[in-house]
Structures are given as C-alpha cells and as structure tokens.
C-alpha cells in the first residue's frame, strides 16, 4: 500500500517538473520572440531612414540636372553679354587707369526668390526672347516636354500672376511674354559695378 503511494508521489512529482519544463521553455520562447520583434521594428526603422535618404539624394540629383541645364543654356549667353559690357566700360576708361569689374548677378529679387531653377530659366529664357513663345517653343529650347514646361507655368502663376502673361493668336495657340515694367525691373537685378582706382605716376 506504501509502495503504491510513494510511486503516485513521484510520478506526481516527475509531472510537475515536466511542466515546470515546458514552462520555462515557454518563457524562453517568449523572449526569443520578443527579441526577434526588436530586432525586426530596428530593421524597419533603419529601413525607413534609408528611403528617406535616398529620396532626399533623388531630390539633389534632381536639382543638380535642373542647375546643368540652366548653366549649360545660359551660361554662354550671359558671360557673352557681360563681356560686351565690360569690353564697353574698359574703352571708356584711360590708358592710364586700371579697372576693375564686379559683375553681380543678383536673381534672388522679390520677383524671382521664390521660383525654382527650373522656373527661373524658363523666366529667362522669356527675357531674351524677342518674340513671344509658346509652350512648344519652350519645350523645344529647354529640352523638356510640353507637359512639363505647363505645370512650371502653372506653379509660376501660382507664386506670382503676374509675372507670365498669355496672348492667344486667333489660331488658338497661346503665346507666353513678361511685361515690359517686370521685364525692365528683372533686367536692373543685373548690375556691373565698376571701381576705378587711378595709379598715374608722371
């Protein structure tokens, strides 16, 4: 009878410790799982910062293109027109005189700080345009397609109505154009500043 009892004891006891087991393997389980959760909400996290990166550089690169293609379709325009205008400056002066020139081309004015260099080159090449152009003209001269050149028309309009005006032909084209009084206060944005310093020694 004793012996019968003292074995349902220990197989009551061997119970136990099999469950306290699988308790504590439960709970081990359960921290592993906890860890692979950490591990994986770090990995998203580095994840997300990773894109934010990358568009942030995508963004970069985007304007860097837009700032070649600007340099690129200005640039020679421009060095060749300052050119002149030192070349007149420097005829003007005595062959006893030296000059120095400070070309400054201010386009951060009210009218311009606002627009991007994509809009700004398109505001440009409405400047030195003699005639006025139309969105296929722009697209043609920018390198850009129509549609492209009209959403940047559009946000210029947005920032400010009254920098691009349209003229409709009786064709039914629209032709873009700066007024002449914004055009002439664009113009003044780029200035010569010339300093003479006079060394004559007779």
Known sequence: MWSLFGHKKK???LRDDVQDSFS???????KVGEWIKHLDDKHM?????ILI??????SIQDDLIEIKDFISFFGPRLSKDLSKQTQTINNKQTSYGSVQ?????DVQTDILSNLTVM????????LNSEMRLSYEDLAALLGKNKSTIRGQINMIKQKNNNLIMEFREFSGKKRLYVPDEIKSNIIKSVKVKVNQSK????
């Open 53 to 58: 990166i990358k568009n942030q550089l995508l």
């Open 101 to 105: 020139t400070d070309v400054q081309t």
């Open 24 to 30: 504590h393997v439960k709970k081990d389980f359960n």
């Open 45 to 49: 996290s580095q994840r997300d910062e």
């Open 119 to 126: 809009e700004r080159g398109i505001v440009w090449t409405l």
């Open 11 to 13: 197989v009551e006891k």
């Open 199 to 202: 060394s004559v020694k007779k």
